[in-house]
């Protein structure tokens, strides 16, 4: 059974900083990304990374957020400063074979 749990997420002021964590459980090494999904939107791609770290980024976060792993612990990260209120959504955290995070809210406000 593969269990995606995301931690970090919360409110911050714009220009702030948040660290969001996805512990993945009963798989391996795996390429895993995070999506976000804002009220109203489709949910979208933020940055994924494959089994060798390799990242990928979505132009809007590019320069702002940074996405890692650690694959002894089977966990990923993700780094986000300059925070606007556009980034404000659930951030979920996935897993190749289709495997989803319960998700993280991200609140962006003044």
């Known amino acids: 059974q593969v269990q995606l749990v995301e931690s970090g997420g919360g409110l911050v002021q714009p220009g702030g900083s948040l660290r969001l964590s996805c512990v993945a459980s009963?798989?391996?090494?795996?390429?895993m990304g995070w999506y976000r999904q804002a009220p109203g939107k489709e949910r979208e791609l933020v940055a994924d990374?494959?089994?060798?770290?390799?990242?990928n980024y979505a132009d809007s976060v590019k320069g702002r957020f940074t996405i890692s792993r650690d694959n002894a612990i089977n966990t990923v990260f993700l780094q986000m400063n300059s925070l606007k209120p556009e980034d404000t959504a659930v951030y979920y955290c996935?897993?190749?074979?289709?495997?989803w995070g319960q998700g993280t809210q991200v609140t962006v406000s003044s």
């Open positions: 996935h897993a190749r074979g289709g495997f």
């Open positions: 009963g798989t391996g090494v795996v390429a």
């Open positions: 990374i494959t089994s060798g770290g390799w990242p």
